[in-house]
């Protein structure tokens, strides 16, 4: 058997209900060589015994069963036993475009200074319409800081990196589940990837991400206590982005801190406001209000074209595409720039000094 381009790895719990769709879309990619490993995380519904019916129709199909530990850990097992020199990740209820793996190898494998590939992405519903089409994606290049100020991916299914890299930063960081809160793996882990080299973007909308009623990755919530730890962790662990981990930090906790206020709960709402004003100015204020702007702006942004509730699967990938980002992310990420360019000077002259 001769070794495939690309393993593509699904984690997968409790998906019965999306599972096929998901891996129907892998099958069918115009790139036929690949693997397809899905990763059982100790699913209590019959996605187990669905992926293995799945394998005995496709040879290039393996399922392997885990103790569940949430995503990350899934992801870390699937990249471990993974046979491919690059991983692509799809989460199980999440759809691709049929060029999305030839596409985005291609860039890999002509720019080897590139150690993260993404694409754009649809928002799709349950029953696999699409409901929003997300600005195009167009961050590229030396992106560290700008990846860790706005989270340009914004997904799990739309990268492509090398297994070694992958490898080289760690994986996927399963602390955010151990201290309960998941959500943002994909977010610390694309930042990791984007300190290793460059990051590159195929602007076609290759990824119909789901968004369902009971998701986690719509509980806002939840996803903003995640940002904050991985946030912490940033700080902590990569001093070259500290500085923009900790506005970042300050910003997201500014929008929970209002979030809970909104609910009821003032005791929470008064120990994240409290910890944010602790240095605090007038431009931190600025900030917050202009990020709590954002989310409300984008919460609206819907395309014409979307309105048309056609299937994700009917849409060419560049197809209705949807341009520009709000004016506090635009200025946001012009004030970050120039660390990204500092960075990418120090790395090239390591780059040199070891060569």
């Not at 602007?203 to 903003?224: F, H, I, P, T």
């Not at 206020?261 to 007038?282: N, P, V």
């Not at 699967?313 to 949807?322: I, L, T, V």
Request: with cysteine; net charge neutral; charged share 25%.
């Amino acid at each position: 058997m001769h070794r495939p381009s690309i393993s593509v790895v699904i984690p997968a719990y409790n998906a019965e209900s999306t599972l096929p769709e998901t891996v129907e879309t892998v099958r069918t990619q115009t790139l036929p060589n690949i693997e397809i490993i899905v990763v059982d995380d100790g699913s209590i519904d019959g996605t187990r015994s669905l992926a293995q019916q799945l394998a005995t129709r496709d040879q290039r199909i393996r399922v392997i069963s885990t103790r569940n530990g949430g995503v990350a850990a899934a992801r870390n097992v699937g990249i471990e036993a993974a046979q491919a020199a690059y991983i692509a990740p799809v989460d199980a209820d999440d759809l691709w475009h049929p060029d999305k793996l030839s596409r985005q190898l291609a860039i890999l494998e002509a720019r080897p200074e590139v150690t993260l590939v993404y694409s754009s992405r649809r928002n799709i519903d349950e029953a696999s319409i699409v409901t929003k089409t997300i600005a195009q994606a167009t961050l590229a290049g030396w992106a560290c800081h700008r990846l860790t100020a706005f989270n340009a991916v914004g997904n799990g299914s739309a990268i492509m990196f090398r297994r070694a890299d992958a490898l080289q930063v760690g994986g996927y960081d399963r602390r955010l589940k151990e201290r309960g809160a998941q959500g943002c793996e994909d977010f610390l882990f694309q930042i990791r990837l984007a300190m290793l080299g460059e990051i590159a973007v195929d602007e076609g909308y290759l990824v119909g991400y789901r968004k369902r009623a009971d998701a986690m990755s719509n509980d806002d919530g939840a996803m903003l206590r995640s940002r904050l730890l991985a946030l912490d962790i940033v700080e902590q662990e990569l001093p070259e982005l500290a500085t923009t981990a900790r506005a970042t930090y300050k910003k997201h906790q500014f929008f929970l801190g209002l979030k809970v206020l909104a609910e009821g709960d003032w005791r929470q709402a008064g120990a994240l406001l409290g910890s944010w004003t602790k240095g605090a100015s007038l431009a931190s204020l600025a900030d917050g209000l202009g990020y709590v702007m954002h989310r409300q702006q984008t919460r609206k942004g819907v395309i014409e074209a979307d309105k048309e509730r056609r299937l994700f699967a009917d849409y060419a990938a560049g197809e209705n595409a949807a341009a520009g980002l709000s004016r506090h992310l635009q200025r946001i990420l012009n004030e970050v720039e120039p660390r990204d360019i500092a960075y990418a000077h120090l790395q090239d002259a390591l780059q040199r000094a070891t060569a």
